[in-house]
Each structure stands twice: as structure tokens, then as C-alpha cells.
């Protein structure tokens, strides 16, 4: 049930963003079922474990890629599931462009899914070591001179059954009395006081498979 919402705030926020190298960091879902499909999306994955869809495996706060090479990152709950959130967020801005799009997605922790999140004793879903907030997350991008825009929220749904599932729940029912479960920040990398430019032959991000064909 997340994954649906999540994939519908994602192609939303993907409107207007452009360029082939598109990377997602760290697992969520079933390999690279969030993005929505096209011959223009060419995402791959960089996760720290082998799993659906990798590309590469990877410690994601030390990535094996270059400076700039990215037009899009994704953070699918991924500053979640980090033991260091705001070194990840850094490595992040690393690999991405100038005018690029960063893209964070992460529970709302006055939500349901915040409050089970808080009380299991694994993490909820397992592994997930802290809920960050969409403010927190905000300023760590102010901070880092990104453009953010308002948020996007879906999951309007008790963290009930399965996680994935084909019903969306992007918006809020009229018998629904809780608060959206997820956020979505789109952000932009400013360039104050230069004025940007795209090389035409950027160097190859994964062995290759990223470089764009211009």
C-alpha cells in the first residue's frame, strides 16, 4: 500500500525533470518499481546490499561515482534507514548536477506509520532506525543551498498488511482522520552566482550504463 502512493508523489514530482542519469540510493520496494516507466527513465540503484534491480552495492555515504554526474537523486526512505542521515544527505549533493532535482521520501512522524515506526522495538518497517521530519529534512537542504518546494503528501492509510500492493492513497477520504502517513521534498541544487553548463560528454557513472548517448 505505500508503494503505490509513493510511486504516484513520485511521478508527480518527476514533471520537469530532465536528463538520463537518475539514481536511486538504497532499496525500497521491489527493485526500481517506484519510477514511473519510459524510455526516458533510465534509473539505476546503488544499495548497500545485492538485492532486485542493484546495479551496484555500495557503502551509500562513500559513493564509488563521480562528482556532478546525476540529474536526479532519490532518498526513498533511505536518511531512515542510514546510521548517519546527514552524511548520506552530503554524499547525495555530491553526485548531483548543478540544477539537479534531489528527491526524499520519508514517513511523517505524527502519523500512524510514525507512531508504529516509534514504538517497535525492530523498526517499522524493520530496519528503519529513526523517523525524520519534513522540517528537519528541510533545513538540512536550506542549509546545503537547495531550493525546496512544498511538500507532497500521500499514504493516507493504517500501516496495516502489506507494504506494497496496487491501491493508491495519495489523497485524504472524508472517513479518514489521520494525517497523511509519507512526505515527498523535491529540491533543486542552486548555482549562486554562476551560471551553470551541461557538458556535452559527462564521464560514465556505473561501468557505462549511465552515459548518455548525446
Known sequence: ????SETELLAQALEGVF????????????????????PQRRPQLIAPQPGMGTDLVAQL?????????????????????????LALLREADRV????????????RPSSPWGWRAAVSCRGFPPGLQRVISERRVHDWLAVLGYEVEPARHGLYRLPLGAMGGTSSSTRRRWFYPF????????????????????????PAVLGGAL???I
Open 96 to 107: 548531483l548536477m548543478g540544477e539537479g532535482s534531489l528527491i526524499v521520501m520519508g514517513f
Open 61 to 85: 555515504a562513500q559513493l564509488p561515482v563521480p562528482n556532478a554526474c546525476a540529474d536526479a537523486v532519490l532518498l526513498a526512505h533511505a536518511l531512515e534507514f542510514s546510521n548517519e542521515p
Open 1 to 4: 500500500m505505500t508503494i503505490a
Open 19 to 38: 536528463g538520463p542519469v537518475l539514481l536511486q540510493l538504497g532499496h525500497w520496494g521491489d527493485g526500481k518499481e517506484l519510477w514511473p516507466t519510459g
Open 211 to 213: 552515459e548518455p548517448t
Open 179 to 202: 494525517s497523511a502517513g509519507v512526505y515527498l521534498l523535491k529540491a533543486r541544487k542552486r548555482l549562486f552566482g554562476v551560471t551553470p553548463l551541461r557538458a556535452r560528454h559527462r
